[in-house]
T-cell receptor
Framework: KNQVEQSPQSLIILEGKNCTLQCNYTVSPFSNLRWYKQDTGRGPVSLTI?????NTKSNGRYTATLDADTKQSSLHITASQLSDSASYICVVSSPSAGNKLTFGGGTRVLVKP | NAGVTQTPKFQVLKTGQSMTLQCAQD?????MSWYRQDPGMGLRLIHYSVGAGITDQGEVPNGYNVSRSTTEDFPLRLLSAAPSQTSVYFC?????????????FGQGTRLTVV
């Protein structure tokens, strides 16, 4: 049973437009939530890490939000670029699981010119 | 820095063959782990190590062995390859257990078992 669900599974956006990706999790208790970017044929690369006390964190044009009460997170991409085409993975860490990471299935984003 | 290096990048095996996927990191990280990534699914933990000489099973350990003789290296062995092991394998490392610190991933090994 996947305890981290992401939506949508995929989306296509035009270059320069904004988009928002969603992540719902049931992992509990909670240590932190991460967003990773995975380019095709490459390993995941961290974008943000948020603990339960952080509501938002930015990394350039990427802004992640976290609502620990509703167990929801979002990743907002501003002014998308062609290089933003990738899969974006939501990952939750829980101390009850030995601080191991639970990965969502990812959202595949395609930015078109 | 090279970071986390995995070899090979691609491999085709016949059912029943054995092989070792190599993983090395040059960041002096204590924690290393192996994941597999299958289409439509999140990465799943195979085995992990919290330090040299210490390994433990993850979520999907069957059919795989690991060892950690040095801090730098964490090879993954497929004992008798099966088509169900066709996947992309990622090695990761972090300073401590991954829940608390940044995890760095290798570029992956795409394995096909025929």
């Amino acid at each position: 049973k996947n305890q981290v669900e992401q939506s949508p599974q995929s989306l296509i956006i035009l270059e320069g437009k904004n988009c928002t990706l969603q992540c719902n999790y049931t992992v509990s208790p909670f240590s932190n939530l991460r967003w990773y970017k995975q380019d095709t044929g490459r390993g995941p690369v961290s974008l943000t890490i948020m603990t339960f006390s952080e509501n938002t964190k930015s990394n350039g044009r990427y802004t992640a939000t976290l609502d620990a009460d509703t167990k929801q997170s979002s990743l907002h991409i501003t002014a998308s670029q062609l290089s933003d085409s990738a899969s974006y993975i939501c990952v939750v860490s829980s101390p009850s699981a030995g601080n191991k990471l639970t990965f969502g299935g990812g959202t595949r984003v395609l930015v078109k010119p | 820095n090279a970071g986390v290096t995995q070899t090979p990048k691609f491999q085709v095996l016949k059912t029943g063959q054995s092989m070792t996927l190599q993983c090395a990191q040059d960041m002096n990280h204590e924690y290393m782990s192996w994941y597999r990534q299958d289409p439509g699914m999140g990465l799943r933990l195979i085995h992990y190590s919290v330090g040299a000489g210490i390994t433990d099973q993850g979520e999907v350990p069957n059919g795989y062995n690991v060892s950690r003789s040095t801090t730098e290296d964490f090879p993954l062995r497929l004992l008798s390859a099966a088509p169900s092991q066709t996947s992309v394998y990622f090695c990761a490392s972090s300073y401590r257990e991954q829940g608390n610190t940044e995890a760095f991933f290798g570029q992956g090994t795409r394995l096909t078992v025929v």
